[in-house]
């Protein structure tokens, strides 16, 4: 079974989601291969300014501050709920893409442990650390830690190395009508499940027990 799936690191339910299902692929004791593809949420922001997410939402949904507040504490208890320290009320937003660039850097090593630990990282350092993803410094410290060497890391984001990589996964969520995320893909030999949004635990379960045993038809997720 293989899941490929479309997240992005400034989105907090892409995180919840990623804890939920591996969660639940861990209590079914299922093989199962993920793969992350990219999408940027909010490409429009310019990566050289950093908004405070509080402002952020106001502007972006056009109500008042306190009621951003408001919408952003509920996501950071529901992300507590999780087992998460989620701080995404004091988080600065910015641009994804050099944050999905070095996850493709991951990538590139083949090495599952050291993907899935960047994919932790990057999250948890925006979400809980408030620290802003388009910040080379961010990422060096990010992918360093977790075993990449800085030289590397440094020549990928002074160059355009993985921009290809990252559009063609865009595009590919086009053409595959994935409009928000996170957007699951479950692959089960012939067939395919897809979940759109980050859905309970044991809502992931549920899905991954029908799809392997092939009671689907009547389930909707």
Known sequence: ??????SDFNCPYSYIGYKRLKKAISELKLDIELEMKAFELEQELDENEIIPMINH???KYGIP??????M???IDDIGKEEGLNFDYSNAKITPSKDAHRLLKLAMHKDNSLLVDNIIEKTYNAFLCENKPLARKEVLIEIGTTQG???DEIINMLNS????IEVQIDEEDAKLNGVQAVPCYFVENG???LVIPGALSKEEFKNALMDLKSGDIES???
């Open 72 to 74: 952003l504490k509920k």
């Open 1 to 6: 079974m293989k899941i490929i799936y479309w």
């Open 219 to 221: 389930k909707t997720y």
């Open 160 to 163: 355009n190395s993985y921009e």
């Open 65 to 70: 501050e306190f009621e951003a507040k408001d």
């Open 148 to 150: 990449l060497e800085e």
């Open 190 to 192: 012939d067939e395919m």
């Open 57 to 59: 939402y106001a502007r």
